[in-house]
């Protein structure tokens, strides 16, 4: 069965980076985007960007670019997600995510279908 | 970047009732539109994707419709482990962007 299993809670410093792991299985990681959402908590869902396993190909929402660094070992399957900088705003959890892109009807469509179980970072000084 | 509105951010609802949880989008985005379902401390769960397909293993009582820039999730006999918080997500238009989100709560 498909499966996204995060690496564990992390506590930073204000000013550090913290690197989020996210391990798949049950599926070929290189066919399927990575994508990572943030929660605050009691907040929304933010999209923070996207890594295709293949080609290493990523795209940032605007609010991280040049904060964020996504990248993959696609030799064990694990995607990572890292985050400079870190400030008291960014104690959160983080979602990995897959996002499918299904054309099996001649129409395409995306979803993000199996998600990790979340890592919290904390940004406290 | 597309603004996605929830509104209201919740609502109070019966065993039984029937709940519909409106998305708005601050433009046209054809059918390109999923719902997600989170209980507290777990990750989000798909229910519906393009406005209207139910993912495989979703009960039945959710559907979606919808399109352009309005969209329903409809709950036709909330049950108790359906009180939740529902999140739209567009993804037809980059960057892919949430709503802020509906709680039903038990009234």
């Known amino acids: 069965q498909v499966q996204l299993v995060q690496s564990g809670a992390e506590v930073k410093k204000p000013g550090a980076s913290v690197k989020v792991s996210c391990k798949a299985s049950g599926y070929t990681f290189s066919n399927y985007d990575i994508n990572w959402v943030r929660q605050a908590t009691g907040q929304g869902l933010e999209w923070m960007g996207w890594m295709n396993p293949n080609s290493g190909n990523t795209g940032y929402a605007q609010k991280f670019q040049g904060r964020v660094t996504m990248t993959r070992n696609t030799s064990i399957s694990t995607a990572y997600m890292e985050l400079s900088s870190l400030r008291s705003e960014d104690t959160a959890v983080y979602y990995c995510?897959?996002?499918?892109?299904?054309?099996?009807?001649?129409?395409?469509?995306?979803?993000?279908?199996?998600w990790g179980q979340g890592t919290l970072v904390t940004v406290s000084s | 970047a597309i603004q996605m509105t929830q509104s209201p951010s919740s609502l109070s609802a019966s065993v039984g009732d029937r709940v519909t949880i409106p998305c708005r989008a601050s433009q046209g985005i054809r059918n390109g539109l999923g719902w997600y379902q989170q209980k507290p401390g777990k990750a989000p769960k798909l229910l519906i994707y393009a406005a209207s397909i139910l993912q495989g293993g979703v009960p039945s009582r959710f559907s979606g419709s919808g399109s352009g820039t309005d969209f329903t999730l409809t709950i036709s006999s909330l049950q108790p482990e359906d009180f939740a918080t529902y999140y739209c997500?567009?993804?037809?238009?980059?960057?892919?962007?949430f709503g802020g989100g509906t709680k039903v709560e038990i009234k």
């Open positions: 997500l567009q993804d037809y238009t980059y960057p892919p962007t």
């Open positions: 995510a897959r996002r499918t892109l299904d054309c099996s009807t001649g129409t395409c469509y995306k979803y993000f279908d199996y």
